[in-house]
């Protein structure tokens, strides 16, 4: 089923019969019930509002990523939460769509700068399980009327309904660039390296390691962003600050090649293209290499990339494997398996019963049938 419109769309989760699997682009669907009938909010495109001087722009749910980036780049704007694109990793196609971002709570590497996807988020109309159109939150920045509802749309995964139109605030293109590289560090100065960054004055927009990186090589990136004498302040200090870890520092100020590293970290280009499982670990940054340490214990061809200061991980495992003994305190999610893991292996963490219990809650106020991708989330 593709809507062309919010009163279609309406219409058609109210008449459903069956569980609906939404799509947006198709692009990452790590879980949803394949036996359900796919409803896409694909036709639901194209911007209605862009307002550079207020700073936001609003646009149906199925509006293809490339048209919004496109759109915000001609006034030298964009998305401040840096979304990947799924496709590589999960060799998908499709077309990656605004809606899905949001729905998905897609948040890449400047997310500890400017914050998650759902951070820039000021309003959503949608349509909930019963079929009833809601709107919530506003259209510019000084409206932000229900903002608590904005945020829980973000990351929903479209469990408690299905996103129409989307507002976001976006964020000027910087003047500059530069990336300080650190090579040879292992895990555990890496992390050190990376929040001795993230607690300096120097405003750093990105923060990974690679143990394996492009070259084969173990690099830790430090990004800034800025106007250009600032970004060229930042950098000597950032170099200055890091000198104790005893590492060779670079540090790289073509634009090109910067955004080139940060979409390899972004699109998680290490692991395109490879037959293991894939996993994304949400823990606390410092835990992060002993987190690594205790999967390779049972899985020491396991590879990973360090994200966020290290409180993201990407981790790459056999086929099969669940690491979720290893997290501890964190949170892995199931990104990449066959369909024979994924009918064994919940997609999504197990939340502690009080979380469970509220999250069910929701579940049932917003979709009283059960019908919007049932199972998804537990």
Request: charge should be negative; aromatic fraction near 4%.
């Amino acid at each position: 089923m593709t809507p062309a419109n919010e009163a279609e769309l309406a219409e058609m989760v109210a008449g459903a019969q069956t569980a609906l699997r939404i799509q947006g682009g198709g692009t990452r669907a790590i879980g949803a019930p394949s036996d359900a009938t796919v409803l896409s909010t694909s036709a639901l495109s194209g911007v209605t509002l862009y307002e550079p001087g207020a700073l936001t722009i609003v646009a149906g749910a199925g509006t293809p990523m490339a048209e919004i980036e496109a759109t915000l780049a001609a006034e030298g704007q964009r998305l401040a939460f840096e979304p990947m694109d799924h496709r590589g990793l999960l060799g998908t196609d499709g077309v990656p769509t605004i809606g899905g971002a949001v729905a998905a709570n897609v948040s890449g590497p400047r997310r500890i700068q400017a914050g998650a996807c759902r951070d820039s988020l000021l309003g959503v109309r949608f349509v909930d399980g019963a079929g009833r159109v809601l709107k919530n939150g506003g259209r510019v920045m000084k409206n932000v009327t229900g903002y608590d509802l904005v945020k829980l749309m973000g990351g929903s995964w479209g469990t408690l309904g299905v996103l129409s139109e989307v507002s976001l605030k976006v964020q000027a293109v910087s003047e500059a660039v530069g990336c300080v590289l650190l090579h040879g560090l292992d895990d555990h100065q890496a992390v050190k390296a990376m929040s001795a960054a993230l607690g300096s004055p120097y405003d750093v927009s990105g923060a990974a390691h690679a143990p394996v990186g492009v070259d084969g090589t173990p690099v830790t990136m430090i990004r800034i962003e800025g106007l250009e004498a600032s970004v060229g302040y930042r950098a000597e200090k950032l170099t200055a600050l890091l000198a104790d870890f005893g590492a060779e520092v670079v540090v790289e100020r073509d634009a090109e090649k910067v955004s080139a590293g940060w979409s390899w970290v972004r699109g998680v280009a290490l692991f395109q293209g490879g037959t293991g499982d894939v996993w994304r670990l949400s823990v606390k940054p410092t835990d992060g290499p002993g987190v690594v340490a205790a999967i390779k214990q049972s899985q020491p061809e396991a590879q990973v990339l360090y994200d966020w200061g290290g409180g993201l991980i990407w981790v790459q495992v056999s086929e099969g494997s669940d690491v979720r003994a290893a997290v501890g305190q964190g949170h892995a999610t199931l990104i990449r398996a066959a369909e024979a893991t994924r009918a064994r292996v919940p997609v999504f963490h197990p939340e502690p019963a009080a979380l469970a219990n509220l999250s069910a809650g929701l579940r049932k106020k917003f979709d009283p049938r059960g019908i919007l991708n049932p199972g998804l989330m537990g």
